[in-house]
Structures are given as structure tokens and as C-alpha cells.
């Protein structure tokens, strides 16, 4: 059984950074691609960004890229993602998720977080 636990969200201001941590347990942790997900009110879940199991290839969403940064540390079975320069359309509960599908593009998920609410405000 895999656990996932988000931390790090909040209230910050359109241009402030914010970074998330995805803690993970079991011992499959450094086997597996990762990725991070983002539900707004009133809409469909969206895929933000994924990373492979090495950290070796990354892939993000369009609507962030260039503001935030996903990475891991297998030693300490965590995966984070820093957030910059956030915009108010960046307002939504984050999840991590374990990735098991080869295509980071494409991500197939099965294990999910419970998610750590980022609001910000213009």
C-alpha cells in the first residue's frame, strides 16, 4: 500500500512562490514516475507536471511552464514543486500522484494524495 501526503499549500499573493511537498511511503517510492495535479472550483482536474523516477525527464503543462519546477529526492521518498511568480488562475487543490505509465505526457495514475489547497490572491 502506497501513502501519499501534500503539504505546503497556503495563501499567497500573485507574484509570491510557494513550495509543495508529496511525501511518500512504502519502499517503491524510486521506482515509479511522479506527477502533480491541480483542481479548481467548478472544473475538471488538470495534469501540472510529471517527473520520471530517476528525475531525469520532466514535463509540464503549458499554462506553467517556466514558473514552476518539479523535482525528487528518493532519499527522503519526497517529491516537490516549486511554485513562482503564481497567478490567481493558479488557485486550486494540488495533488501528487503515483505515475505508472512510461509517458509523462500521458500520465496514468493509481495512487493519489489528498490534496493541499493554493490560494492566491490579485
Known amino acids: 500500500q502506497v501513502q501519499l501526503v501534500e503539504s505546503g499549500g497556503g495563501l499567497v499573493q500573485a507574484g509570491g512562490s510557494l513550495r509543495l511537498s508529496c511525501a511518500a511511503s512504502g519502499r517503491t517510492f524510486s521506482s515509479y514516475a511522479m506527477g502533480w495535479f491541480r483542481q479548481a472550483p467548478g472544473k475538471e482536474r488538470e495534469f501540472v507536471a510529471a517527473i520520471t523516477w530517476n528525475g531525469g525527464r520532466t514535463y509540464y503543462a503549458e499554462s506553467v511552464k517556466g514558473r514552476f519546477t518539479i523535482s525528487r529526492d528518493n532519499a527522503k521518498n519526497t517529491m516537490y514543486l516549486q511554485t513562482n511568480n503564481l497567478k490567481p488562475e493558479d488557485t486550486a487543490v494540488y495533488y501528487c500522484?503515483?505515475?505508472?505509465?512510461?509517458?509523462?505526457?500521458?500520465?496514468?495514475?493509481?495512487?493519489w494524495g489528498q490534496g493541499t489547497q493554493v490560494t492566491v490572491s490579485s
Open positions: 500522484a503515483r505515475v505508472w505509465s512510461t509517458q509523462l505526457q500521458t500520465p496514468r495514475t493509481d495512487y
